[in-house]
């Protein structure tokens, strides 16, 4: 059809004003000033940065969740596993570890339990609803046991490299640096989560495998008969006659 019925490429603009994220980011702005007028504290370069360092953690989770989600599965044990990931690493600090391996058995727990729910997902064929239904709970109660239900304040001697990489804030305010005062000085949190949102925003633009989750998310089935693979093989030979 196509070759008989010429099609008008949108301009750039018109792609822009038809987008979805266009019209949330106006939303957000329009949401933003109303709040301003009605607090004007509300406005201020502290409380931006106050509030990006807030939301920071959860966007970060927010990027893995969408890979999740566009697949059409759900994980509904991501907020368990970062508490748990948090117990395992700053029990690794007050156990006077250095803080890189702290941070690495963290960070390894947290993908031990995305290995359990991938193994249950793809091997199993149990759904994602219930998996990780089951890891959410498994995951805080290994929080609570080995935390013993207490915080944790002392992180050993690498107390202060920790507090910095936590703490840190670009641009600062001060006498030596350049920003303004009407510059929120944002989070190393928020820093993080933009060099990630950018990471995985490419991989969604410019791979074939991004391309691939969307079109296991769309279909599945029209999917697996094209060629994309994402059934273990235990469950394609449990399909065969």
Known sequence: MSDFVPTKEKTV????????????????????????????SFGTSENVANVTRNFAPFGIMALGMTIVIITGGIDLSVGSVM???????????TWHYPWYVAFAM?????????????????????????????????????????????????FGPDAPIVKAIGQGKWPRHGLDDWAP????????????????AL???????????????????GNEEAARLTGVERRAPLRQARRRP
């Open 13 to 40: 603009l018109q792609r822009v004003i038809s987008s979805q994220p266009f019209w949330v980011t106006i939303a957000l702005i329009a949401l933003v000033m109303l709040m301003t007028a009605m607090e004007p």
């Open 83 to 93: 508490g748990l990931v948090v117990i395992v690493a700053g029990l690794f600090l």
């Open 106 to 154: 963290g960070l390894f727990s947290g993908l031990a339990c995305g290995a359990v729910n991938g193994f249950f997902v793809a091997y199993v064929g149990m759904p994602s609803f219930v998996v990780t239904l089951g890891m959410l709970s498994v995951a805080r109660s290994l929080a609570v046991v080995f935390s013993a239900n207490q915080m944790l304040y002392q």
């Open 181 to 196: 005062h009407w510059i929120p000085e944002l989070s190393s949190q928020f820093w993080t989560m933009v060099i990630l």
């Open 199 to 217: 990471i995985v925003g490419f991989v969604f633009n410019f791979t074939a495998w991004a391309r691939h989750l969307f079109a296991i998310g």
